[in-house]
């Protein structure tokens, strides 16, 4: 799987836009951008993946440059709640995606009120 | 969402002790479960890899006959830290993979904090 570079923390305040960053500069083409986040002494959460369009559900949005070496996670409008760890993984989905998920540093969110 | 559930969500113990973690998925069927320990303010690092019926897959540096898996069931998986000794401390967390689902994405359990004294 590729490995993903980011930023080790960030701060965004409360009811503004949280934009994090992730490279992923050796991304395959059969390869998935997945975003997680693990909020205090609980289990990761899945958010959103995508493979090279944009996605967008009710969590985030996900924005995929167009050579897929970087993505952005979007959360619209950051809530206390959304204080946590996030975690960009890079993993072949579809019919494999039973592999196991590699899991790097990721990205200490901390929403300010 | 899918459910997973761990039993219990922490447990102490004396060294030397074994412990039994429970994971279940709640509603549906998981053909692969995955086991992952996570030390404090670090990462989480895959363990092993469960199949339903089969022996597991342990990641390298993985002492299998410490951690022992058992995948008896498409609901239920367990690992049992044998002998355990303080630095086996740490939050284990498992996760389940449904086998079909639009984000073909895992489904990760609360986890259980182990504390050996």
């Known amino acids: 799987d590729a490995k993903t570079t980011q930023p080790t923390s960030m701060d965004c305040a409360e009811g503004r836009a949280a934009n994090l960053p992730c490279n992923h500069s050796t991304i395959s083409g059969n390869e998935y951008v997945y975003w997680y986040r693990q909020i205090h002494s609980q289990g990761p959460q899945y958010i959103i993946h995508g493979l090279k369009n944009n996605e967008t559900n009710e969590m985030a949005s996900l924005i995929i440059t167009e050579d897929r070496k970087s993505s952005t996670l979007i959360l619209p409008h950051a809530t206390l709640r959304d204080t946590a760890v996030y975690y960009c993984i890079v993993r072949v989905g579809g019919g494999n995606a039973g592999n196991m998920l590699t899991f790097g540093g990721g990205t200490r969110l901390m929403v300010k009120p | 969402g899918a459910v997973v559930s761990q039993h219990p969500s922490w447990v102490i113990c004396k060294s030397g002790t074994s412990v039994k973690i429970e994971c279940r998925s709640l509603?549906?069927?998981?053909?692969?479960m995955f086991w992952y320990r996570q030390f404090p303010k670090q990462s989480l690092m895959l363990m092993a890899t469960?199949?339903?019926?089969?022996?597991?897959?342990?990641e390298q540096g993985v002492e299998k006959d410490k951690f022992l898996i058992n995948h008896a069931s498409l609901t239920l998986s367990t690992l049992t830290v044998t002998s355990a000794h303080p630095e086996d401390s740490s939050f284990y967390i498992c996760?389940?993979?449904?086998?079909?689902?639009?984000?073909?994405?895992?489904?990760f359990g609360p986890g259980t904090r182990l504390t050996v004294l």
């Open positions: 469960s199949n339903e019926g089969s022996k597991a897959t342990y």
């Open positions: 996760s389940a993979y449904p086998g079909q689902g639009p984000g073909h994405e895992q489904f």
């Open positions: 509603d549906f069927q998981a053909t692969t």
